[in-house]
């Protein structure tokens, strides 16, 4: 297959184009910034249809991971490259994949398990969940990222692609031992021994193995009867205490400290990032994916974190 992956720079990106390339598929990412790799890399400006669209031409699928990192304050300048490269990037695709005279069959589109509401009661699937953003006394920064990927997922349903099939992933964290991931992070915590649990510990985390993302998007590319929202997301998520302490003994540390809110709000302040990333409960479940016949490799945190803590030093 011809696999086009805009955006496909970043570490959820460049994970599954390496993936892609080594199983034999011609891969093609699209970056603001091509640098060197063993696939080809294409210039594109994430806003207008361009040179690059003629990549889309006789592809096979097209899976859009374009968009600025949310790792960073929510300054009003931030705000906007946040919202921008989501909406603007997805417009663009979606105009190249209509100007095709032979389009890719499917595109998966990148979006966020955040889309849900910050609750505690039930789990979210893609039937039943509750869309976040009339949470009370939500901060206004989660409401923002609610208004983002609401817009993000409004863009894609926008496209016209009659011949296009199209897929509105709701990824959880995607956790994988590659240096400056989300789990290289966490475990940088335990590791100095500040692993604790964040907050009370109650609010919810959503993830899944980068094994899993991967098979995730091999099944979506394969299964034609599924369209639109799909979480990709382990099925087992877990209260933040349980996952900090479940990753603490994946790497043999006795102790985390844990982190008040009012320390999470400071600490997050100080690394110039949001402190939703951590305080938001994020409760979502594949339901899709499992009813559609999906198996997990890593279904459960502890397993997956010990493969992650092992990979993570053989790499070191």
Not at 184 to 192: P, Q, S, T, W, Y
Request: glycine share 8%; proline share 6%; hydrophobic share 45%.
């Amino acid at each position: 297959m011809k696999i086009v992956i805009p955006g496909g720079s970043g570490q959820v990106g460049t994970m599954l184009a390496r993936h892609s390339h080594a199983a034999g598929h011609e891969v093609v990412v699209l970056s603001r910034k091509p640098a060197p790799a063993a696939w080809r890399v294409v210039m594109w400006d994430a806003r207008t249809r361009g040179e690059w669209a003629r990549e889309l031409d006789g592809a096979d699928v097209v899976v859009n991971l374009a968009g600025r990192s949310v790792n960073c304050r929510y300054t009003p300048a931030n705000r906007r490259a946040i919202l921008d490269s989501r909406v603007r990037s997805t417009h663009a695709v979606g105009e190249a994949i209509g100007a095709c005279a032979r389009p890719p069959r499917v595109w998966l589109q990148s979006g966020t398990a955040t889309i849900y509401a910050h609750r505690f009661d039930a789990p979210n699937d893609e039937r039943t969940g509750i869309l976040g953003g009339n949470e009370p006394g939500a901060p206004d920064t989660w409401n923002f990222s609610i208004r983002v990927a609401t817009a993000w997922e409004r863009a894609l349903e926008d496209a016209h692609t009659p011949r296009t099939r199209k897929v509105a992933m709701r990824a959880a964290m995607t956790m994988s031992p590659d240096r400056g991931g989300v789990f290289d992070v966490l475990l940088g915590l335990v590791r100095r021994r500040l692993g604790g649990r964040a907050g009370d510990g109650t609010q919810f985390v959503s993830w899944v193995h980068e094994a899993d993302f991967i098979a995730a998007v091999e099944f979506l590319i394969a299964h034609d009867e599924l369209s639109g929202a799909v979480n990709v997301a382990a099925p087992e998520p877990l209260p933040n205490a349980a996952f900090m302490r479940a990753l603490r003994e994946a790497w043999g540390a006795r102790f985390g400290l844990p982190a008040a809110r009012w320390m999470i709000e400071l600490g997050t302040w100080a690394m110039r990032t949001e402190s939703e990333l951590v305080l938001k409960s994020r409760r979502v479940v594949p339901d899709r994916l499992l009813d559609g016949g999906f198996t997990f490799r890593f279904p459960s945190w502890p397993d997956a974190a010990r493969d992650l803590c092992s990979r993570w030093r053989a790499r070191r």
